[in-house]
């Protein structure tokens, strides 16, 4: 059974860090996102990797602020957010996609979020 659990959320003041963790089991797959959902707002894409070559995308309100890296013998993902935002407050959810990487659709398996809180 597929089983993601992610970790690092908090609150951190604008301008902070931090690094989000999603530890995946039961299963390989060919790509791995993060989005987030603020409230009142639909879910979004964030960042994506795929677990063979390493790819990354973004979203452009994060490209040069976060980082997503996989750790292939962990079977683990991570998105460092530096340079936070009070706009990047959300729960952030990990996932894992068959196809492709963008389109919330393709995205089979979720883990059960973390909050990100950024004050001003």
């Known amino acids: 059974q597929v089983q993601l659990v992610e970790s690092g959320g908090g609150l951190v003041q604008a301008g902070g860090s931090l690094r989000l963790s999603c530890a995946a089991s039961?299963?390989?797959?060919?790509?791995y996102g993060w989005f987030r959902q603020a409230p009142g707002k639909e879910r979004e894409f964030v960042a994506a990797i795929t677990w063979s070559g390493g790819s990354t995308y973004y979203t452009d309100s994060v490209k040069g602020r976060f980082t997503i890296s996989r750790d292939n013998a962990k079977n683990t993902v991570f998105l460092q957010m530096n340079s936070l935002k009070p706009e990047d407050t959300a729960v952030y959810y990990c996932a894992v996609s068959g196809g492709g990487v963008r389109d919330i659709r393709n995205y089979d398996y979720w883990g059960q979020g973390t909050q990100v809180t950024v004050s001003s």
């Open positions: 039961g299963g390989t797959f060919s790509s």
